[in-house]
């Protein structure tokens, strides 16, 4: 056994020392080859579809819940998209000062570089280990829930719908192994399914507000703000619950090595998200509650989209046939949140992240896709799909994934702020995001990672696990990153002789390993 180890060991220094003296070899050669097979439609989708996955059909009910009118929830859901939009356009700004795959975890790395890039490498550890993996495991039992709906199956929770769940990961899975086009092309199809999902729920609710359907009359809008809650950490699960539901106009980030020309595509492609899903989002919220009565709504949990439908359109149409599309849209989203973390754990092994990265990582040569990256990830969704007890599983772990989420992008806007004051003239800049909008995206960021450990009224009594438990996992997770942080980039490094944080200055100009004005012209922007 200890000349296995010691074969392995002189196997991650060879491997490393290229970090050594050419810091960027391996990432050169990533961005030079990578394919540009993201355009503007494929790069708008890919937020789009994230976004429109299972959080507008999911989360309004418990939303109602937790702030008491619908109302008020139309007002979280509006002040989500304008700092959503804040934070978009710091993740802009420094989409264009460096152009590579990787996307926020490059970006902490050259905000925050000291001490060795310790906020880049925990994010990264979160992002792969819990944060992309959670949130897949939380979505493939909502597919379950609309379509054993549809089905007619009154038991449309549990093991049944994580049964559906399992199915359809590994289909994902299996897509993204076979063909990176071919991918694309399912999250470029199923946001149009999205996208019309969402119109027809959007159009129908205007259309019974103006007597062309006929519900059943409810006061949800008549009311006002009667029976708000004043309760700080009832509107903090609440903002989780909607910045769940925005969270996605990220997703290109982590593979801009892939996108053609960025100076157009990016500003348009994210910003653009955000805009065409927060309108969406907003009327959706009015459809649904001027059809669903307020106590039915509530009660109606994670099917709420499918409650609607069945009262506006009946049972053929309305608990049949849209459930089906509704998942189909959450299918959507797991498609785009396993397109992209499986670059970045690519990415993380080219900066060197990633001991013996070279066995793990990297494009198959036979199918141009990250294998192993992608089975690693699958496993890790196994776990968080299949390990929970039956229960309130979705909310507990979109409150355990959101906490590292949204402290990370605060972070990061934080980091664009400070970069236009120590590189105020980065060559690559082509785009600079208002400072007002990204404070205010900062703040919320610092709300909602602190109020959820403030107690509610009453504590955790009635509820299904005490109100603390999903951030303090998010909050373990994130420290216990410390350790293999410390093994991987003060112990290794001191041992092996090898620097592994020599890329963040070698690349600090954006312009390391990549042609700006060549890349652009690449192809035609003609394509999907």
Request: aromatic share 12%; with cysteine.
């Amino acid at each position: 056994m200890a000349p296995n180890i010691r074969r392995l060991w002189r196997s991650d220094k060879a491997e490393t020392a290229s970090h050594d003296s050419d810091a960027q070899s391996s990432e050169t050669a990533s961005v030079k080859s990578a394919n540009k097979n993201i355009g503007l439609f494929s790069a708008t989708a890919m937020g789009v579809s994230l976004m429109i996955g299972s959080g507008i059909f999911s989360t309004p009910a418990s939303i109602l819940g937790l702030v008491g009118s619908p109302a008020m929830t139309l007002i979280l859901w509006g002040l989500g998209a304008i700092i959503s939009y804040g934070g978009a356009t710091a993740f802009i700004e420094l989409g264009l000062m460096y152009r590579k795959n990787g996307g926020t975890m490059r970006f902490l790395a050259h905000g925050f570089p000291r001490p060795k890039i310790v906020l880049a490498y925990l994010f990264a550890w979160v992002m792969v280990v819990c944060i992309r993996p959670g949130a897949i495991a939380a979505n493939g039992p909502v597919i379950g829930k609309y379509w054993l709906y549809a089905a007619g199956s009154s038991h449309n929770d549990g093991w049944q719908a994580r049964g559906v769940g399992f199915a359809c990961i590994t289909f994902v899975t299996a897509i993204n192994i076979l063909s990176a086009k071919w991918s694309l092309r399912l999250i470029n199809l199923l946001t149009v399914v999205k996208i019309v999902v969402l119109l027809i729920i959007v159009v129908s609710g205007i259309v019974a507000a103006a007597g062309g359907i006929k519900v059943e009359e409810n006061d949800n809008w008549s009311r006002g703000f009667r029976g708000t809650s004043k309760d700080a950490h009832s509107y903090a699960s609440a903002l989780t619950k909607v910045f769940w539901a925005y969270d996605g106009f990220t997703n290109l980030v982590y593979s801009l090595g892939e996108l053609r020309k960025p100076e157009r595509n990016l500003p348009w492609s994210i910003g653009g998200s955000v805009v065409i899903v927060g309108f969406l989002y907003i009327m959706a919220n009015v459809a649904f509650f001027f059809v669903v009565p307020l106590d039915v709504a509530i009660n109606s949990e994670e099917i709420l989209a499918a409650e609607f439908t069945y009262r506006v359109f009946g049972h053929s149409v309305g608990r049949i046939a849209l459930p089906v599309f509704i998942g189909l849209s959450v299918l959507g989203a797991i498609c785009a949140q396993t397109y992209g973390v499986s670059r970045l754990l690519d990415s993380a092994n080219e900066v060197g992240f990633v001991p013996y990265g070279s066995r793990i990582c990297g494009n198959n040569k036979k199918l141009g896709t990250p294998v192993y990256s992608l089975v690693i990830m699958y496993g890790l969704t196994m776990i968080y799909l299949l390990a929970p007890p039956p229960g309130k599983v979705f909310d507990l772990l979109v409150d355990f994934v959101q906490w590292s989420t949204w402290l990370f992008y605060g972070l990061t806007a934080a980091g664009a702020i400070v970069l236009r004051f120590t590189k105020p003239q980065h060559r690559l800049r082509s785009f600079k995001s208002f400072h007002p909008l990204n404070i205010l995206f900062i703040i919320f960021c610092i709300y909602i990672t602190i109020f959820p450990f403030v107690p509610p009224k009453g504590g955790s009594k009635g509820a299904p696990y005490p109100y603390y438990l999903s951030p303090l996992l998010g909050l373990i997770t994130t420290v216990a990153g410390l350790v293999p942080w410390y093994f991987r980039m003060v112990w290794w490094p001191k041992k092996s002789g090898v620097d592994l944080v020599a890329w963040v200055e070698k690349e600090a100009d954006g312009l390391e390993g990549e042609d700006p004005i060549k890349e652009d012209s690449v192809e035609a922007d003609t394509k999907a």
